[in-house]
C-alpha cells in the first residue's frame, strides 16, 4: 500500500505550507488569473523560496521561464529552448542551483494553468532523474468550463458540447522523455475521459486497439453531473468499443486515485496486453497516469496535445496539495 496524501490547501493551513517550500514551479499561460495565481496569492506572507514561472510554446515542444526570488525580484530567465533535453539539464546544472540545492529542497509544481507536456516533463524530472528531498503538487478547480453558444438541438446533446480546445496537435506515441514502445496487436486501451468527444473517438479509431477500451471517468468529479456529461460526450466510442461494462472511476481532483486505477489495470492485464494510458481528463488525473507510466516502463503514455482556448475557464474553486515523496525513485 503506497503513502498516499491529498489535502484542502485554505487560508488555515496555507501559511505553514508556504514555509515548507522551497521552490515553486508554476504557469502563467491561462486567462483564467485568479485562478492561476491562487495558489501563490495564498502562500504569498510565508514563502521565502524562489518561483519559476514556466510555459511552452503553442507547439509544445519548447519552453522558456523566469526565476523570482522571495521579492518578486527577477533571478534570470531562459529564452525559448527546446523541452527535450534541455529542461532537465537546467534543473542539473543551473547556477541557480548552488544556492538551493535539488536534492536539499522541497518543490512544488502547481499544475493548475500548467501545459500539459511540461507536467509529464516535470514528473519525469523529479521522480526518475533530479530527485528533490520532497515533492509536493497543487491544482485549483475551477468553477465553471466555457460551453459553446450553438442552438440547442432536441435530438442530440450538443449542448452540452463544452469549447476548450483550439486545435489537436496530433497524437504522439511516445510522449519525449516516456517509455517509447513499437505498437503491436495486443494493445489495450486506457482513456481516462474528457468534455470533447471527438479526441477519445479519433484515437480509437486510430489505434483500433485489438484489446478493446477501459474508459476512466472521474468521479466524484468538480462538480456533480460533470461525470455524466464526460460520459455522454464519449459515449459513441464507448458504444463502438463494447466498453460500456467496463468503465471505471477515480476522483477527478487527485493523482493518486488514477494511480490506483491504472494499477488495478496493470495486475490484471499486462501478462496479456501492451497497455497504452491516454489521460484526457483533468490535470490531476494527467500527473497520476504520467507517475504511473513512468514506474510501469511496459506502459505506453500516449497523448493528443490540444492546443486549449484562451478564457475556457472561469473562477477558482478548491484548492488542493498532493504529498507526492513517495513516488520518488532511486
Sequence with gaps: MEYQEKFD???EN???FGQNIDILITSDTSSNIERSQKVRNLISNSFKGITIIIDSNRQQDKFSLQVFDENKECLGNLPESIIIPNLRQFFKRSLLFETHKIHRSNICIDITSMPHILIFSLAKIF???VRPRNLFATYTEPKF??????ERLETCIDDEDYDLYEEILGLNYNVNGFSRRK???DDLLVASLGFERQRLLALFDRIEPKGGLIPIVGFPSFKPGWNITAINMNYKVIEDAQAEGFIKSCESSSPFGIYTRLKEIYTKKSDTYNIMVAPFGTRPNCLGAAIFTLRHKDCQLIYDFPIEKNFRSEGADCTYFYILSCFLLD
Design 9 to 11: 490547501l485554505n487560508s
Design 14 to 16: 496555507s501559511i505553514q
Design 127 to 129: 521522480i526518475k532523474e
Design 145 to 150: 468550463y466555457k460551453r459553446k453558444v450553438k
Design 183 to 185: 505498437r503491436m496487436d
